[in-house]
């Protein structure tokens, strides 16, 4: 090889180039990447270590109309994983199960929240009590993914009393995720499930806050809570005012106590406040929160008395006597009746039509009665006639026309329409084409093709005891919006009013008195279509009335499932009312007598 | 001669001092992490070598150059057979679990034979490139050194080691070009290797080739060697693709992840974005010694071995870098002045060649942590944890302060750089 000092010379100047060359270009690469780009990987690397725990808002308290707490928020402690890898969060799971007590149940469930959100934190235990709580801090440094958070835990003092309207949260499902609505819901939030708190879950829930965690490439939490950046701090929810009266709400509760199966509501008439509402028996959502106990949700599911079941909402019941009302007010929207007018057969204890043999409630007969007589003794075969007058056609029109196929409109998700014929179609499909007129018998009394709500008999009835409106029935307070239902004049209404005051005084509800109140209110006995022990029917008690029937201030509906005659249900209405209206019923004190 | 006192290049020893120093505080700084590991300790075993490294340089300086170049050929051998022995008896280790670099004895790791063969090697390759009285002019001439390096070659890519594949090609040529090939002949040699990375795109290798006829039209080779370059460019052209299918998947990957490391984020691209992310936030000054986060919290992958570059950039920022780069082009400076001044061909290419050898290493394992080069495990001279290369650099620098003594200005002026 050429060894010449020159040639050296120049190989090393050019490979000196070539050297200082390469090395001058790296050096520019890591001028770009560290301090042209600086900022851009400063923030991956931010988002690389920091984890986001979310920090639940305090949902909103929900309070009576005085003041008094429905729904309250207590501090409860939730236990989280922050796992990479689903076989990270199982072996994690494993461990802690040597700790506490974690079932599989509860590990599968933790693991499908990873998979649905594999970013926050699984939770483990949603609910967990102070006791675990102690011993799993005792051992925090075993478990450097685990997250112990102290959050916001929904409380219902009340329990079961309250649970028929205020429902309960839960923590969001993979149905509801997926739903338009919940777009901007994350996977393991609470959210409401049922009742008031479905219902105004956009205003219950408050904002999420943001707790930051710093964690390494293994995503154990290496810096925690609040240590690696500030938190942002959650959002609580603005009290939720209701009408409802809690006192009440307690009251009517406690008549129903264990024994009794039905459903209660209380309106406000003339803003369609709704003071009550009552399912018995009632299931304690205090218990749903954070997960319901296997064991508790099946004995709920298998009561032979449903509980889950809202009588006042749900419950399709036929309507009975108390639907009289409703034929009333179309037989006099139509003129076909006047208060005063007598039916052409007088009551014998039945009406034979065709060859059917229609028999009134009460068999002795009540001789020949005007409308409003007819309506104090509650008799079948007034009304029987009453029907065929009005024709079936008219009477579904009317019923129509008073609100008797649709929802009342209440600020509840629970809330069921009424079973009723729509119009003359309904027939037609259901029977073909050969029905018998004599449905109209069946359903001018409330019975038939009729089932309708406690709820809806309610709204029903503060039309009849104010002017003819209704008022859309509501739990949170709000503009009362009133809608023309009766559209009777105002002497026709007043003497309805009448009449159905003397359902109470000398009618049917005649023991339901309350002293120093008047009180109107029309009782029904409804066929359920179950037999009892002994193959006799059993009858569904109703009652809905109002007080005081110059003025009314609550309109009340009670129905006591297979609770036999009506007076039972008017006993329970009458107590409620007198409570309200803070008087004392005629029969406490009769009954002492 | 071996009890006179030798005139040490001491800018080199110096230099090669503090790039230890500075690599061994990185390698403590990288076990430096928020929950513990093995790593952590690793610093101490790094410090045994060095000072043992430190030991064998020295007794590096005790052997003349005379001894080297009778010591060459054996030494070669040594290697070869060692290489051959991987190929049955081969261990994984660390990042390269997969790969057969380790020589083992009972499960006791010693070493990596291919790190001794790195200077082996430019030892051979010196010794053959030297006996050539006029630099070699055409292809067939250059049929030794092709197969000097070429057997260890074939036998290192058996491991499979693509890194050190790249590093004894990187100073062959280097001291191809150092004997005094000319440039054209040069490209001539390395074209196959051109066509076989351009072959992915048709029309690239289309004008490749085009500019090689002219090339080979102009340089008026003999007419077969014309006649083979055309066959092999065309050969790697196409057999490109058929190799690529007969890469193991995993280097299939590291390729595909160096084309676009956003590819796959979390598996393959991770480990390059992680490097990216940990040297950009560094920023000018650094996030401090031992506080880089993405090293802190384990992000960052290899952090003492591969990609301990990205440790400097982030704890120690742009400054840093330039630290370790401005001591390395000192080093690489400093190396071609004792190229140049050698006594002799031999040792002239022996000093070029070794300098080759870490000026590759250097420009792969920096250039891979900004993703410039793909991902191929080769270490950091000086930084990277690891006894072998350490051991290995020092024997370099001690036969470099040998030769440096023996060359001219040697004894004159060991201080002028």
Known sequence: ?593 | MATKRLAVDWPLVIIALLLSLYGISIVYSAGQTDIPTAVGRLWKTQLLWFFLSIGAAYAATRCTVRLLDWLTWPAYWLSIAMLVLLIFVGKGAGTAASTKSWLAIGGFRIGQPSELAKITVVLALAKVLSTFKEPPKSLLELWKPALVVGVPWVLIMLQPDLGTGIVFVGFAFAMLFWSGVSWPLLVLVASPVVSLILAFNVQVWGAWFLLLIALVLWYKPYLYEGIFLACTNVLFGVLAPIIWDKLAPYQQKRLLVFLNPDLDRRAAGYHVLQSQIAIGSGGLFGKGYTQGPQKRLAFLPAQHTDFIFAVVGEELGFVGVLLAFTLFLLLFLRVTKIAERANDSYSSLVAFGLLASWFVHVLVNVGMTLNLMPITGIPLPFFSYGGSFMLASWLAIGILVRIAAEGRGGRTGPFAI
């Open chain 1, 1 to 593: 090889m050429s060894f010449h000092p020159n040639d050296m010379r120049r190989r090393g100047i050019a490979a000196n180039v070539i050297v200082t060359g390469v090395l001058i270009f790296l050096g520019a690469g890591f001028f770009r990447t560290q301090v042209l780009q600086h900022d851009k990987y400063t923030l991956q690397s931010e988002t690389n270590r920091l984890r986001e725990l979310p920090l639940p808002a305090p949902r909103g308290i929900i309070y009576d109309r005085n003041g008094k707490v429905i729904a309250d928020n207590v501090i409860g402690y939730t236990v989280s994983v922050l796992a990479q890898r689903e076989d990270t969060l199982r072996a994690v799971l494993q461990r802690l199960s040597g700790t506490i007590n974690i079932t599989p149940t509860q590990i599968e469930q933790a693991v499908r929240r990873y998979r649905r959100a594999p970013t926050r934190p699984a939770v483990i235990l949603p609910d967990a009590s102070f006791d675990v709580v102690s011993v799993l801090e005792e051992h925090r440094s075993q478990f450097p993914q685990m997250n112990i958070q102290s959050s916001p835990r929904r409380f219902y003092p009340d329990g079961p009393i309250v649970a028929p309207f205020v429902g309960y949260t839960g923590e969001i499902s993979e149905t509801e995720l997926a739903q338009p609505v919940f777009a901007d819901y994350k996977a393991g939030q609470q959210v409401g499930k049922q009742g008031l708190e479905k219902a105004y879950e956009s205003v219950l829930r408050g904002k999420e806050g943001s707790q930051f965690a710093e964690v390494d490439a293994r995503g154990r939490i290496v810096r925690g809570q609040g240590g690696a950046r500030p938190d942002l701090l959650p959002v609580p929810a603005p009290p939720l005012y209701t009408n409802i009266d809690l006192d009440l709400q307690r009251y009517v509760a406690g008549i129903f106590g264990d024994s009794l199966i039905g459903g209660a509501v209380a309106i406000e008439p003339k803003t369609g406040a709704v003071l009550a509402l009552y399912s018995a028996p009632s299931p304690d959502y205090n218990r749903f929160i954070g997960g319901v106990p296997v064991a508790y949700y099946d004995s709920l599911r298998t009561d032979p008395r449903k509980p889950l079941y809202n009588k006042a909402l749900q419950g399709q019941y036929p309507p009975g006597s108390t639907w009289k009302l409703a034929t009333t007010v179309v037989g006099l929207e139509t003129g076909a009746v006047t208060m005063s007018d007598h039916m052409p057969i007088s009551c014998s204890g039945g009406l034979q039509y065709g060859n059917r043999y229609f028999r009134c409630w009460d068999k002795r007969g009540h001789g020949s009665l005007s409308l409003q007589g007819a309506i104090a003794k509650s008799c079948d075969v007034f009304f029987y006639q009453l029907g065929l007058k009005l024709g079936l056609a008219r009477l579904i029109a009317g019923g129509v026309s008073l609100g008797m196929d649709a929802k009342a409109g209440i600020d509840l998700p629970e809330e069921k329409r009424p079973r009723f014929p729509e119009s003359l179609d309904y027939f037609n499909r259901k029977y073909g084409r050969n029905w018998s007129q004599s449905i109209v018998l069946s359903m001018a009394i409330g019975q038939g093709d009729n089932s309708q709500t406690i709820l809806n008999m309610a709204r029903f009835y503060s039309a009849l005891a104010t002017d003819g409106s209704a008022a859309k029935p509501e739990i949170v307070k709000g503009k009362p919006e009133r809608t023309p239902m009766v559209k009777l004049s105002a002497e026709q209404l007043a003497q309805v009013q009448t009449a159905l005051v003397g359902v109470v005084e000398g009618g049917t509800a005649a023991r339901s008195a309350i002293k120093g109140v008047q009180l109107a209110g029309k009782t029904g006995t409804a066929q359920s279509g179950t037999l009892d022990a002994f193959g006799k029917e059993l009858n569904h008690a109703w009652f809905v009335g109002f007080a005081p029937a110059n003025d009314p201030k609550i309109v009340v509906a009670v129905m006591i499932e297979f609770g036999g005659h009506g007076t039972r249900a008017a006993a329970i209405a009458s107590a409620i009312i007198a409570n309200y209206l803070k008087v004392t019923p005629v029969s406490d004190i009769t009954t002492d007598g």
